[in-house]
């Protein structure tokens, strides 16, 4: 007979966590066999859906944990995805190789336009990212090496143990794995001594400041980490398209990786996770509109904010 008190069977954490693990194992099986029971179709609108979720899960490190708001988030994911796109289609180098390039490149970029800014706050700093993300793109737009206005084209596609991977059952599983990584790194991080400074930083940044939280820096490592997060994604986003181009890149771009962390819950990692799915299903749901489809999808996600301001599944804060 157990001892009352005394939990069996699982260990310890994991018995506060075994309803949630048990759905999330539910969950992730049935997301692996999904390619094996649906068209094409389905499968790059999901692949476009995990795409965004590694996105908008970056995004949130920086406006959900920190409380940055970020206007210029696809400025990161171009990085991302130039790097490997000049690396492989102008010097050659191994799509795996350029990974780790992209993300010091990130980090470097996150550094850059970090540093001497996240001393602003609120609206002043989202002028500065907002003007960030349009000089990459321009800079992008203009320089010969990234192929100017036209983009750039013949992005090497990714090989893995000798066999390429091109097809869209192979980017689905791609795209899935980087947002269970994405999920599972957003968690520790949440729960970390970093998260908690965060969070202090997020709701007053005098009073973190006068707990001996240096502000600056543990924003700064909200803003190299969601850089990092851009930038993978947009490495396999330039080996998928095997093409890309500035337009790709444009605020609006910015704006619907901040439109799904907020729609979905800023702070919360499954409501940020709705929120990417909705961003790329509901326009899909209400294709047969036509060119009305923009204008519902606009107003179911007024109706949204409307009646649920926090989001569709929001962070619970004491």
């Not at 191994?94 to 010091?104: H, K, M, S």
């Not at 609120?122 to 036209?150: H, W």
């Not at 970390?192 to 997020?202: D, E, F, I, K, P």
Request: one cysteine or more.
């Amino acid at each position: 007979m157990a001892t009352p008190g005394v939990m069996t069977g699982w260990p310890g954490w994991l018995q506060v966590q075994r309803n949630r693990l048990v759905v999330l194992m539910v969950l992730a099986g049935v997301a692996m066999v999904i390619p094996l029971v649906a068209s094409n179709y389905v499968l790059e609108v999901l692949t476009n859906a995990w795409f965004y979720t590694v996105l908008c899960l970056g995004l949130n490190i920086v406006v959900g944990y920190a409380g940055l708001l970020d206007l210029g988030y696809a400025a990161f994911f171009a990085v991302g995805a130039y790097t490997t796109g000049i690396l492989t289609s102008q010097f050659g180098v191994n799509f795996w190789l350029t990974i780790p390039v992209a993300v010091a490149c990130s980090m470097l970029a996150g550094i850059v336009i970090g540093g001497p800014t996240l001393r602003l706050r609120s609206d002043y700093l989202a002028i500065v990212t907002l003007g960030f993300g349009e000089i990459v793109r321009i800079v992008a737009r203009n320089l010969k090496i990234t192929g100017g206005a036209s983009g750039l084209i013949g992005i090497e596609r990714p090989h893995f143990f000798g066999m390429e991977l091109s097809g869209i059952h192979h980017f689905y599983y791609v795209f899935l794995l980087l947002a269970i990584l994405a999920c599972f790194i957003s968690y520790r991080l949440q729960n970390s001594r970093l998260g908690r400074a965060w969070q202090y930083v997020r709701e007053d940044e005098d009073a973190a400041e006068a707990m001996g939280i240096g502000r600056v820096s543990v924003k700064l490592y909200a803003y190299v980490i969601g850089a990092v997060f851009g930038g993978v994604a947009g490495c396999f986003f330039a080996a998928k398209m095997t093409a890309i181009s500035p337009e790709t890149f444009t605020f609006t771009q910015s704006v619907l990786i901040l439109l799904g962390v907020v729609l979905g819950g800023m702070g919360k990692i499954p409501g940020v996770i709705v929120g990417a799915f909705a961003l790329v299903l509901f326009p899909e749901v209400f294709r047969d509109l036509g060119s009305m489809r923009m204008l519902v999808f606009a107003i179911v996600m007024l109706v949204i904010m409307l009646y649920r301001p926090e989001g569709i599944w929001p962070e619970k804060r004491s």
